[in-house]
């Protein structure tokens, strides 16, 4: 075979060659468009759902009677991602703050409007936020950041006997126990505790259940001691939505 018969056979080679590696190459991708692949926001989605447990926690007192506005917080070593655009309310109505407890998570902005037709000169010194609002009426007083976790009290220095609480929370996961002193939650991610606070708790140490296992969803507190008098009606102003 001279020079010449090789170079077509390796031309005639190299075609079918090149013809075959197409076949398979289209094969392929047909096959790739045609398989069943879910799509990463349902496989999302389908893991999250999965995995969403719903927690009950139940606070009674001594007597074993419920307690309810008691403030219920989920904590969790895993990364929980902080939510957005957080803001809540703390209003002024018939002079006391409404609601008397308020909770809310880390990095929220709470708006104080005056919903009196007289003055208010709210103010806290408290370690978690120490701030003031001079003399306001209306919508005049400017919103502020809670940006660090734990209790920040509040009074009125014009009115003495206004008290409210805000509670910050360090987790996004946490409610308000209601009239039957529970609080149903579903979270999506592994809990490791969960704390309770009210401002009239007389409990000698923080109140704190760690998980024992990872099955744990229900979780029953009852008070080591007596709450202290809620001397002015304070708990009719924490039945709300906040």
């Not at 370690?127 to 009290?153: C, N």
Request: glycine share 4%.
């Amino acid at each position: 075979m001279n020079l010449t018969d090789s170079r077509k056979n390796a031309m005639k080679h190299g075609k079918l060659t090149s013809i075959f590696m197409f076949f398979l190459f289209s094969c392929g991708n047909a096959a790739f468009a045609n398989a069943d692949f879910p799509s990463p926001s349902s496989s999302n989605l389908l893991s999250t759902a999965e995995s969403e447990l719903q927690y009950d926690v139940l606070v009674i007192d001594l007597q074993g009677k419920p307690v309810k506005n008691v403030v219920v917080e989920f904590h969790s070593t895993s990364p929980i991602l902080p939510s957005t655009e957080k803001s809540a309310t703390m209003d002024q109505v018939e002079q006391q703050f409404t609601p008397h407890i308020l909770a809310i998570e880390k990095g929220t902005v709470v708006n104080f409007p005056n919903s009196d037709n007289i003055k208010h000169h709210i103010y806290s010194f408290s370690k978690a936020k120490s701030f003031e609002q001079g003399l306001y009426q209306g919508m005049q007083a400017t919103p502020i950041l809670f940006d660090k976790h734990g209790i920040v009290d509040l009074g009125c220095n014009i009115h003495d006997w206004m008290l409210g609480y805000i509670y910050v929370a360090n987790s996004r996961y946490f409610a308000k126990t209601n009239e039957l002193g529970k609080v149903v939650l579903s979270i999506p991610i592994s809990i490791d505790s969960v704390s309770i606070w009210h401002p009239r708790m007389q409990e000698k140490t923080k109140r704190v259940v760690t998980m024992t296992k990872d099955s744990q969803t229900q979780f029953s507190f009852q008070l080591q001691n007596a709450m202290l008098e809620d001397t002015e009606g304070y708990e009719d102003l924490s039945l709300d939505a906040y």
